[in-house]
């Protein structure tokens, strides 16, 4: 961080995850004053790639004949 923002002007995103929470984890942040911008474990705004995959979901789902088998599923990701 201190690389990037010299200055020290940037907040850490925090979700929650276990490493995250560890308390040698939390030891550093408070011993260099770090802002935390906390944000739910695992949570789908946080990760591009789970929108990514619920909007193939749907569009897979919604097809006039939806995938019934495992076959039918691979053809069918891959057309999308």
């Known amino acids: 961080m201190r690389d990037n923002l010299p200055e ?3 907040i850490l995103h925090q979700d929650g995850s276990r490493p995250h929470t560890d308390r ?6 408070a011993e260099n004053s770090i802002s935390l ?3 739910t474990s695992l949570s789908p705004d946080v990760s591009p790639t789970e929108h990514v995959w619920d909007e193939l979901k749907r569009r897979v789902y919604v097809r006039p004949h939806p995938p019934v088998y495992g ?3 691979k053809y069918a990701v891959i057309e999308e």
């Open 71 to 73: 076959q039918q599923l």
């Open 8 to 10: 020290g002007n940037g």
């Open 37 to 39: 911008l906390h944000w």
């Open 24 to 29: 040698v984890t939390q030891q550093l942040i």
